[in-house]
């Protein structure tokens, strides 16, 4: 082969489809003498590695783009890049089999985590590495305590972790995760909105179930045409949420009171107006023997399932799971495609120097509040509308302090939080089969709350070590630059002064000695 066709094979722009048809093929032609998911990891391996050869060489024949690449590229970018497209390629395929024949599911799983080695070689930021090494470690971590935990109290880990798998990834469990994951989600992005102006709203909780009283209030006495009343619901719930919240807000920029006590306080206080509320002598009638609500919404108000048998189940998914979608875009669009979003988060790295740039900061944690309680109000919407169709004592609570974790746990990032939303849902979820198994359910709770910990300490690390790791890179760039131009420029000693009189030391910014990475 020559070398013009070799160039033209692997950097020309038949690349892609390449690496497609190597990782399905060998896939395919595997799985006929292996396991589906044993051929599929082999086969993206092949795809993944034929892209990293491409590259390699693309960076050998000129390619800037590929021979800017650091340390950080090839000892995390690269090994992130792999474990990431087999697992993609491995999950798509896993929930292909469950309506799919296997060897369709296991090709489909191939082809796309051919692809997504391709695409995350090529655009697998470091910054995002880190990320990814950070939550991967504080799982790893995360186990590592579940389990010493279930082996001082006499506990096989291994089997109890291979029945939390086996009853989660049930079908009737997977809808049950999708389901409870919707509510997180949204109670997530109102905490996030929050902490991107490092205000801390405490209030989810009592946001949410007073605009779930007030929209089942309205849907059970007032009966309107389908989606009018639909609207018309959500609507009510949005300004009740962020109606509760803007006081909290008010009272953080007219008196300087802390948005923790006041949310807190106002907690307390929807709690007292709920159980005031719900009454047979006010706005509640009896909806069983031992039970009280609003009254039952007609099905003009519901918001239809999505029928699961792609799952295998014949459960349904709540329909606001694509409203949870919606806001989690437009939560994304806002803070980085939007003026206010970046006021927004500019002011919550430093008021001052926002203030200095014009912003209005007064107005920014008015409006943060507002925001945080206007999506807080759809929190209770999907299982209000979804299933339940009222406001009753049994009506879930807690999710909005559940919400302050998936935040954390998601580091505010729109997928991020999706993902710990679902990873929550589905540790709850997993954690029902314990009980028969004479096993403490509580299990689920301590690698909750030992990965959450987790993940803020180790991300912290790993990200501090990222910046410092950016600033040495862009240091040696400088410096070569520097010394292409100027190659018999005089070099200070360590301590003193150059030429112009300025101190030597001034690169050395994290205690590294010198301006030189090392």
């Keep these: ?81 792999l474990v990431l497209s087999v697992a993609g390629g491995l999950l798509a395929a896993w929930l292909l089999d469950l309506s799919l024949i296997e060897p369709v599911a296991a090709l489909m799983g ?76 949204l109670a997530a992005v109102a905490v996030a909105i929050g902490f991107q102006m490092k205000l801390f709203n405490i209030g989810v909780d009592g946001q949410y179930r007073l605009a779930a009283l007030m929209a089942a209030t309205v849907g059970g006495y ?87 048998s792609f799952l295998g189940s014949d459960e349904r998914i709540f329909g606001f799971v694509f409203l949870a979608v919606a806001v989690g875009v437009a939560y994304w669009v806002m803070l980085n495609r939007t003026r206010f979003g970046f006021e927004l988060r500019a002011t919550g790295q430093s008021k001052t120097a926002a203030e200095a740039s014009g912003v209005n900061v007064r107005k920014m944690v008015f409006l943060a509040m507002v925001f945080s309680g206007v999506v807080a109000g759809l929190v209770g919407l999907p299982q209000l509308l979804g299933h339940s169709h009222h406001y ?6 807690g999710i909005g302090f559940t919400g302050i974790a998936i935040a954390l746990l998601g580091r505010n990032h729109p997928v991020g939080v999706a993902f710990a939303a679902l990873f929550w849902s589905f540790l709850t979820q997993a954690s029902g089969i314990l009980p028969f198994d004479s096993i403490p359910q509580e299990i689920a709770v301590i690698a909750q709350a030992t990965i959450v910990l987790t993940v803020v300490v180790v991300y912290e690390v790993v990200h501090r070590w990222g910046r410092r790791y950016q600033q040495q890179q862009i240091g040696r760039h400088l410096g070569t630059a520097t010394g292409s131009g100027a190659e018999s420029a005089p070099v200070p000693p360590e301590g003193g002064t150059d030429d112009q009189g300025r101190d030597a030391t001034v690169p050395a910014a994290d205690g590294e000695h010198g301006g030189e990475a090392r």
Excluded: C
């Design 1 to 81: 082969m020559s070398d013009a066709l070799v160039d033209r094979v692997l950097s020309g722009p038949a690349r892609p489809a390449l690496a497609v048809v190597l990782g399905t093929g060998l896939t395919f032609g595997l799985d006929l003498v292996l396991l589906w998911w044993a051929a599929l990891m082999i086969g993206v391996v092949a795809a993944f590695a034929f892209v990293f050869a491409a590259d390699r060489f693309a960076a050998a024949g000129g390619d800037a783009f590929q021979q800017d690449r650091g340390v950080l590229h090839g000892v995390l970018v690269v090994p992130t890049a």
């Design 110 to 185: 191939g082809a796309l985590g051919s692809l997504l080695a391709l695409l995350l070689l090529r655009h697998l930021s470091g910054m995002l590495a880190l990320s990814f090494a950070a939550v991967f470690a504080a799982g790893a971590i995360a186990i590592a305590v579940t389990a010493l935990v279930l082996l001082a109290s006499g506990i096989d880990p291994l089997h109890t972790f291979a029945r939390m798998l086996e009853y989660g990834t049930r079908p009737d469990s997977m809808v049950q995760i999708i389901n409870d994951s919707t509510t997180y989600y």
């Design 222 to 308: 007032l009966v309107l045409p389908p989606v009018i009343s639909q609207i018309v619901l959500v609507l009510t719930a949005v300004v009740v949420g962020g109606f509760w919240a803007g006081i909290a807000g008010y009272l953080k920029v007219t008196r300087g009171v802390s948005e923790v006590i006041s949310t807190i306080m106002l907690n307390a206080i929807a709690t007292g107006i709920t159980a005031y509320l719900l009454s047979t002598d006010r706005i509640a009638v009896e909806i069983s023997t031992n039970n009280i609500g609003t009254p039952p919404m007609p099905e003009s108000a519901w918001v239809p399932g999505i029928p699961a």
């Design 392 to 397: 009753a004592l049994d009506f879930p609570t």
